[in-house]
T-cell receptor, first 113, second 114 residues
Framework: TQLLEQSPQFLSIQEGENLTVYCNSS?????LQWYRQEPGEGPVLLVT?????EVKKLKRLTFQFGDARKDSSLHITAAQPGDTGLYLC?????????????FGTGTLLAVQP | DSGVTQTPKHLITATGQRVTLRCSPR?????VYWYQQSLDQGLQFLIH???????AKGNILERFSAQQFPDLHSELNLSSLELGDSALYFC?????????????FGSGTRLTVV
């Protein structure tokens, strides 16, 4: 069974601070996605990374896929209260009949003004 | 609005009952996925349909079943409900099953079994 462990589980920081969320697995994935979920809503896709070592930037968010495609990180620079939410990584494999996503355990981020 | 519509938004029912959750995928998306989200288990994959065909099953209980209709909407049927089935149920859709295609999630159905 493929598992994705995220750390930390909870994070409470002040506005303007930087943070990094980690997503680790013992399994290799074809691609990895990051989602953000707010209370009462479904997860919203932030980014997809497909190549080992790939780095993608989305404004103040930087995503990296590990060289071995087993891990990923999300770095937020100068966090803002609007970044508050549950961050989920999700891995997928291709070549079969499905591209189902295996979701990580989640990181709950609270940014205090 | 993500384009994925789930109904109802909230559902309260008694143990032993049967409910049907409905999902309309985003226009043009052929794949529909169902996930269950609970506090202790996180987001768990239940089942994947592609253009009416079942593609994969996850940890879906035998009391649960799903189907995707010709118009691509999907229904998740939960029967003989137990207290432990209380959770958020999400539907997501995707245009294809290939590499790099992300999901678009609906806003979920919150099921409470009393």
């Amino acid at each position: 069974t493929q598992l994705l462990e995220q750390s930390p589980q909870f994070l409470s920081i002040q506005e303007g601070e930087n943070l990094t969320v980690y997503c680790n697995s013992s399994s290799v994935f074809s691609s990895l996605q990051w989602y953000r979920q707010e209370p009462g809503e479904g997860p919203v896709l932030l980014v997809t990374v497909v190549t080992g070592g790939e780095v993608k930037k989305l404004k103040r968010l930087t995503f990296q896929f590990g060289d071995a495609r087993k891990d990923s990180s999300l770095h937020i620079t100068a966090a803002q209260p609007g970044d508050t939410g549950l961050y989920l990584c999700a891995g997928s494999n291709y070549g079969g009949a499905t591209n189902k996503l295996i979701f990580g355990t989640g990181t709950l981020l609270a940014v205090q003004p | 609005d993500s384009g994925v519509t789930q109904t109802p938004k909230h559902l309260i029912t008694a143990t032993g009952q049967r409910v049907t959750l409905r999902c309309s995928p985003r226009s043009g998306d052929l794949s529909v996925y169902w996930y269950q989200q609970s506090l202790d288990q996180g987001l768990q994959f239940l089942i994947h349909y592609y253009n009416g065909e079942e593609r994969a099953k996850g940890n879906i209980l035998e009391r649960f079943s799903a189907q995707q209709f010709p118009d691509l909407h999907s229904e998740l049927n939960l029967s003989s409900l137990e207290l432990g089935d209380s959770a958020l149920y999400f539907c997501a859709s995707s245009v294809a099953t290939g590499k790099g295609y992300g999901y678009t999630f609906g806003s979920g159905t919150r099921l409470t079994v009393v």
